[in-house]
């Protein structure tokens, strides 16, 4: 079976930096696009960061360019996302998720993405 594990999550002061981990099992990973996708309380998901399958082409939402950095390691099957200077606005559950097999670019659409992890909690106190 195909599964997503998020790992990472936590509570932070508003400054600190938090490094997310998603581990991929089964015919996942290394020619799938993977992203990271967030939900805060009371509003629809949205698009994080995505990356393609060998790690050249990677796409941020302008709310935390300069801030994230989405890696991936295909070896040990498993994807990250470095957030630095954290802000209150980030307070969300955190997804990973997988789309392919496919060698394209990393898109910021959940409805590219065919499989999804749990998520893990990410809170930013102010």
């Known amino acids: 079976q195909v599964q997503l594990v998020e790992s990472g999550g936590g509570l932070v002061q508003a400054g600190a930096s938090l490094r997310l981990s998603c581990a991929g099992s089964?015919?996942?990973?290394?020619?799938?696009?993977m992203g990271w996708f967030r939900q805060a309380p009371g509003k629809e998901r949205e698009f994080v960061a995505g990356?393609?399958?060998?790690?050249?082409?990677?796409v941020y939402a302008d709310s935390v360019k300069g801030r994230f950095f989405i890696a991936r390691d295909n070896a040990r099957r498993m994807l990250y996302l470095q957030m630095n200077s954290l802000k209150p606005e980030d307070t969300a559950a955190y997804y990973c998720?997988?789309?392919?097999?496919?060698?394209?670019?990393?898109?910021?659409?959940?409805?590219?993405?065919?499989?999804w992890g749990q998520g893990t909690q990410v809170t930013v106190s102010s």
């Open positions: 089964g015919r996942i990973y290394s020619n799938y696009v």
């Open positions: 998720a997988a789309a392919g097999p496919d060698y394209g670019p990393p898109r910021p659409s959940q409805s590219a993405y065919d499989y």
């Open positions: 990356i393609n399958w060998n790690g050249g082409n990677t």
